[in-house]
């Protein structure tokens, strides 16, 4: 577990993709273990490789951890 696991909050304010280290964030892996899991294709997400790096979705994150799209920020409505 990392001490930087992020918040409900930052969770609802990710962009569409996160880094991997963020994304292991939400799940309270450190960076190492983050790379670790990536390595063992034990990470707990799909993941999508964007030239040499890996990004992940943030619907996969909410369906993971649970998270409905709509608990996200909404936008004011005119």
Request: charged share 30%; aromatic share 6%.
């Amino acid at each position: 577990m990392t001490k930087n696991a992020l918040t409900q909050q930052e969770l609802l304010a990710l962009p569409v993709t996160v880094d991997v280290v963020t994304a292991g964030r939400a799940f309270g892996i450190s960076r190492d273990g983050t790379y670790d899991l990536l390595r063992r294709d034990e990470f707990p997400v799909r993941t999508i490789r964007v030239g040499r790096s890996r990004r992940v979705p943030r619907a996969e994150l909410f369906r993971v951890l649970g998270i409905a799209e709509a608990d996200g920020p909404r936008e004011a409505s005119a």
